[in-house]
Nanobody, 118 residues
Framework: QVQLVESGGGLVQAGGSLRLSCAAS????????MSWYRQAPAKQRELVAR???????NYADSVKGRFTISRANAENTVYLQMNSLKPEDTAVYYC????????????WGKGTLVTVSS
């Protein structure tokens, strides 16, 4: 089992920055990738950014060049640096950990709210 706890959300003005953190605990040695998803009101949850073993990253087109995902392996923590925030970035942001073996599993945090005012 893996437990994920997000932090760092809040209210920020458009153009501002926030850094989200996701602390993982438990059986973290089986994690293959960690991701940030977000879900805005009345919208489906969408992938924002992912970082895989080896440090490979990918981003949603809407956040490329503004958001950066990184990790501190020694701390089992993943970060999402969000710059040049826009009102449309307003959402609940969820941390996800994906495990391929021994069983295919997705773990989720409870989410942290990011509100960007115009």
């Amino acid at each position: 089992q893996v437990q994920l706890v997000e932090s760092g959300g809040g209210l920020v003005q458009a153009g501002g920055s926030l850094r989200l953190s996701c602390a993982a605990s438990g059986s973290t040695f089986n994690i293959n990738a960690m991701s940030w998803y977000r879900q805005a009101p009345a919208k489906q949850r969408e992938l924002v950014a992912r970082i895989r073993q080896g440090g490979f990253t990918n981003y949603a087109d809407s956040v490329k060049g503004r958001f950066t995902i990184s990790r501190a392996n020694a701390e089992n923590t993943v970060y999402l640096q969000m710059n040049s925030l826009k009102p449309e970035d307003t959402a609940v942001y969820y941390c996800n950990a994906f495990q391929l073996l021994p069983t295919n599993m997705d773990y989720w945090g409870k989410g942290t709210l990011v509100t960007v005012s115009s």
